[in-house]
């Protein structure tokens, strides 16, 4: 039957109707120009008995359907709009005839599908094919348009073997779709494009607030307030639609999720390296030359734009300005990114290009010689490799500098002593002097003692200032951070600060130019707030809510050790990766305090006249040896505690990061300035070039003898050789350029520190809960045993007798009857039990929550539950 229908579909030949010449058809069809037309009724399937004729009149509809139009006997499901975008987009879905006879029904309905893919495939192209959408989904749209014309004639070839072949069926129009590559190209299409819809839609209905400088002020101030592990490099905004690395990612989960079928893995894969062309362009020209070249916000790093009036005030030498001025966006992160590691070196290559050129005014990288090869796949095997060719080439020259002319090993080991104890004498000092202070409430204490006795206890030096001045010897570094240090008591304590860490709160600039229009004296005043003493006044006794059973309300818990770098050292430890040692040194203050608790009252309860009395009675005497033994399972719990930090944790991952420090500084001592790919006929003349260029890079610094005697002056002359030792050791290793970089000994570090703050239990908010209820109830029992020395006493007729006579006033109306004894006792045994059955629960929950995470995510935790196993095994 002719159709309108019939005449959209490209190459199929509509049917002619001509009109002959007769005047009454003519009459009437003016007559009745202005009436409903009549609907031509098609035969009811019900009234068909032959199943051929009803398969081929299925078939025929089926051709319709195929091209999302509707037939005689397959018609539009009730759901689908043809005036939704959403509706459109996801497809038409078809209802087919009841009467249709069952077996052909069946397969009808299978085939559908496809009718419901090309329809949504081309309403995508329609309506995303647009610049807004970027080029990665509009290299997507072309990819579907050229499989649509792939389909399109096979479907057309389908209709002419229909028409001329007697033998033609519903099951061959099956089988022969089915088999076709197109079908699984098809399918895989459609699911892609739907998704990238349903992702759209949902952006847009909850669009996210994403503005390039709030975004730069917040993390500024997150810094500059918030103590932790803050990731700055990460921009949680997202984009109001689905593009760029979303769409990338999207199909790489398609791919892991068909990795077991070879034609869909080989489809998909394909897909990904066409689409991802400018995506991988992008990235070449980052990575060499450090340029963000992407008009449509589809790349994986983005560059802030700060106004020009605020780029003095966050000045080149602040790790602020360069932490800030280009992050990795979170949204769309493709699985080649995902790793901190990676992100950080794509991240730091183009930085460090960036920071390259304003230190020296190179702009023209071919004075390094590198034979450096641009990326062609981003799921090419070599990807990582030349990444790294470039991230060497950006951070050789920083990191000889920062060796050789600031002494980093040294600065290391000095934060090793000073934040994580490696020697802990002066710590340990620190707190036996302070201890009263440190257990009283932080709004309650004096804050000038604190901080006097911290110093007296680490020997201050003179202060020393390392910009403008040189660096003469190691000892200097002790001198700059000693200058530089900061011990406060915060408003924040120990556990409030780790869930900050998850929770950071947003900044609005908006507020601070209206209140404060200068915004140099706003972080100013932050920062002074940041490290400002509590203000001890009634009001904030009043609000602070101290509680003496409570670890969390005690000063200790609120002690905060700072050290402020100054360039460049500050672009290695950043504040981020402070706040790491940060973190440790409050969770070991504390540990530490809470032991000290532990010693004086274990010499309370074990040398004191009272708790020594040989004549109690026998159920006296048990109850205090029980209490003994209570006692040493707490000492236990806390000297395995340390003992893992200290040696498991800390320790043991010091030594594997010391051993990258010893090779880097010594590949760094037998390297050239320039660039290892250099070859030697032109490495004197690019190394001069170099050095003239880094006439403005001395002006910089303003540190020219450092620059003159560790980095410019030939290598070769300083008569420094590698120790036959190591030499040939660094021969066997791969490597040695990794080493020889700013982002690697920044990703050494940030690893070291991970894993101590993993490690310790800082990032688990569950087992840091666990723990802190067992350090909560120590310190209630230690606070239990100190205050029962008088109902000890009244428990013993003849202790009673002698401490009456010594302290009459105390002990005068205090009765010693029988009755009163043994309920005095039974709340001692009452109490105790308590106690026992408290610190037992807890303790088993906590294990079980360790044993369960080192199985799970963390092996090393294992470790630690090992010990407290065969510690506690009744636990």
Known sequence: MASFISSQIGDIEPDIVRLLDNPKLVESTIQGAFKRPTRIRPALLSEIDDLKIQQGLIIKDLFFALFGYEGCYIRYHDNFNSSSVDSRINGADFKVAKHLDISLKTITKKLLRFGKYYSGLIEFINYYDKPHYGRVVQRLCYVISQLIGVYQQLILDLEKEFKYNAHFNLNILEHTINQSEVANKITHLYEIVKQIHQITQERQAHPSQDNNFDDFLSNVKRSLHEPGIIETYS???????????????????????????????????????????????????????????????????REKSVPDSLVEIFNEKSEHYWNELFVIKSDGLIQQFNGVEIQLKLLNTGKYLNIFKLCTGITDFDLLNENLSPIVKINSSDLELRINQFYNRANKLLMKLIFEGFYFKSLVKEFQSMFLFENSFNIDQFIDKSFNELRRDRYSISLSRI????????????????????????????ELLRQNQNLTVSSSNFYEVTKEIMNVQTFDPDSVFQDEPDLQRFLNRSLEKRRAPIQSSESNRDQSGYDQHHSDTYTISSIDLTVTLPFPYNLIISRELSYHYELMFKLQIIIKFIAKFNDLTWKEINSTTVWQFPRFS??????????????????????????????????????????????????????????????????????????????????????????????????????????????????????????????????????????????????????????????????????????????????????FSRFSREYPDKFNDKSMDNDSINERFEYLNNRLKDYFETFGDSLTEFIVSLREYGESENKSILILTERLEVCFPEN
């Open 618 to 799: 026998n159920p006296m005497k048990k109850w205090i040896l029980r209490c003994r033994m209570l006692h040493t399972r707490m000492r236990d719990l806390i000297n395995e505690v340390q003992i893992y930090l200290n040696h498991d944790v800390i320790e043991s991952g010091f030594n594997k990061f010391n051993e990258t420090l010893d090779l880097t500084e010594t590949i760094l001592l037998d390297s050239e300035l320039g660039s290892s790919s250099t070859s030697s006929s032109t490495a004197t003349t690019t190394t001069t070039t170099t050095n003239d260029k880094f006439n403005s890079l001395n002006r910089f610094n303003n540190s020219n003898d450092i620059f003159d005697s560790k980095i410019y002056n030939n290598q070769i002359n300083k008569g420094r050789a590698i120790s036959s030792a190591i030499k040939p050791q660094l021969h066997h290793q791969q490597d040695q350029a990794d080493l020889i970089n700013v982002s690697n000994l920044r990703n050494k570090l940030s690893e070291y520190l991970n894993g101590l703050i993993n490690d310790a239990l800082i990032t688990k908010p569950d087992l840091l809960n666990g723990l802190k209820r067992l350090f909560d109830l120590i310190i209630s029992y230690n606070h239990f045993l100190t205050r029962l020395k008088t109902t000890v006493i009244l428990s013993n007729e003849e202790l």
């Open 451 to 478: 901080q006097k006795n911290y110093l007296e206890t680490h020997q201050s030096i003179a202060k020393f200032e390392i910009i403008g001045k040189n660096l003469q010897s190691e000892t200097s570094i002790v």
């Open 235 to 301: 921009n949680s905004g997202r984009s109001d639609v689905c593009k760029g690395g979303s769409v990338l990612k999207l199909i790489q989960e398609r791919i892991n999720l068909f990795k077991g079928d070879f034609n869909s893995l080989q489809f998909l894969t394909e897909l990904f390296d066409n689409i991802s062309e400018h995506y991988v362009s992008s990235l070449n020209k980052w990575l060499s030359e450090g340029i963000i070249d992407d008009p449509f916000d589809e790349f994986l790093i």
